[in-house]
């Protein structure tokens, strides 16, 4: 499927077929497309939390808005995005795990560019909170794309109680709360084929409305 395709195919999901499995390749590009999304800085703030068990499922299915829990429960997979904490992210530890990776890098080249990233962020304008839930976004998004390539529903999901969230998935030892927050939420599955309104006509702006093109 082309990329116009994918993105003319997908609309949110309404209802989801419980019965209809993604295949483990499947739900792996899935994965990987969000692994290889674009990444301000390079930093990959970004990382997720795969619910595939009917029982950990139930467990979250309360935190989010009362018109998606039948979604959670009835989707192949549950994902949390999380991201990395502010105070976290400005850590030796967790800028060079991301900053080593330069073939040949001295560790005293190292700690120069841990120390020029941690300044620009310390001294501009920069929120990172915010900064770290842009990133995310993007995430979701490569990842409802390449779902869509495969015919694979999706929804993604921001009304959801994130701190109550983190303290179940702390619970049960899926999230570090000190390194990590939740920000957003995605179904994954199948299109419940024979309920009408298991999904939705895409309603959008004119492109005129949206965009301005200087020239």
Same mark, same amino acid.
């Given at each position: 499927?082309?990329?116009?395709?994918?993105?003319?195919?997908?609309?949110?999901?309404?209802?989801?077929?419980?019965?209809?499995?993604?295949?483990?390749? *499947?739900?792996?590009?899935?994965?990987?497309?969000?692994?290889?999304?674009?990444? $301000?800085?390079?930093?990959?703030?970004?990382?997720?939390?795969?619910?595939?068990?009917?029982?950990?499922?139930?467990?979250?299915?309360?935190?989010?808005?009362?018109?998606?829990?039948?979604?959670?429960?009835?989707?192949?997979?549950?994902?949390?995005?999380?991201?990395?904490?502010? *105070?976290?992210?400005?850590?030796?530890?967790?800028? $060079?795990?991301?900053?080593?990776?330069?073939?040949?890098?001295?560790?005293?080249?190292?700690?120069?560019?841990?120390?020029?990233?941690?300044?620009?962020?310390?001294? $501009?304008?920069?929120?990172?909170?915010?900064?770290?839930?842009?990133?995310?976004?993007?995430?979701?998004?490569?990842?409802?794309?390449?779902?869509?390539?495969?015919?694979?529903? $999706?929804?993604?999901?921001?009304?959801?109680?994130?701190?109550?969230? *983190?303290?179940?998935?702390?619970?049960?030892?899926?999230?570090?709360?000190?390194?990590?927050?939740?920000?957003?939420?995605?179904?994954?599955?199948?299109?419940?084929?024979?309920?009408?309104?298991?999904?939705?006509?895409?309603?959008?702006?004119?492109?005129?409305?949206?965009?301005?093109?200087?020239?």
């Amino acid at each position: 499927m082309s990329v116009q395709k994918a993105i003319n195919w997908r609309k949110t999901v309404k209802k989801y077929n419980e019965n209809k499995k993604i295949s483990h390749n *499947d739900l792996n590009l899935i994965i990987e497309a969000g692994r290889l999304a674009p990444s $301000s800085m390079g930093l990959e703030v970004a990382k997720l939390i795969v619910i595939r068990n009917k029982i950990t499922k139930a467990q979250v299915a309360d935190q989010v808005m009362q018109g998606n829990i039948a979604k959670v429960k009835e989707a192949d997979a549950l994902v949390f995005l999380v991201g990395v904490n502010p *105070d976290y992210l400005l850590t030796d530890e967790f800028l $060079s795990t991301r900053l080593s990776r330069a073939e040949g890098i001295s560790a005293e080249k190292l700690q120069e560019y841990i120390n020029r990233y941690r300044n620009y962020f310390e001294k $501009s304008a920069v929120d990172l909170k915010s900064y770290v839930a842009q990133q995310i976004h993007i995430t979701a998004s490569f990842m409802a794309l390449q779902a869509a390539d495969l015919k694979v529903g $999706s929804t993604i999901m921001g009304g959801f109680n994130a701190p109550e969230s *983190d303290k179940i998935l702390a619970e049960l030892g899926y999230l570090d709360l000190t390194k990590y927050h939740s920000i957003l939420t995605m179904a994954f599955g199948y299109y419940d084929e024979k309920t009408e309104g298991s999904t939705l006509p895409r309603l959008r702006i004119s492109t005129d409305d949206f965009v301005n093109i200087i020239e």
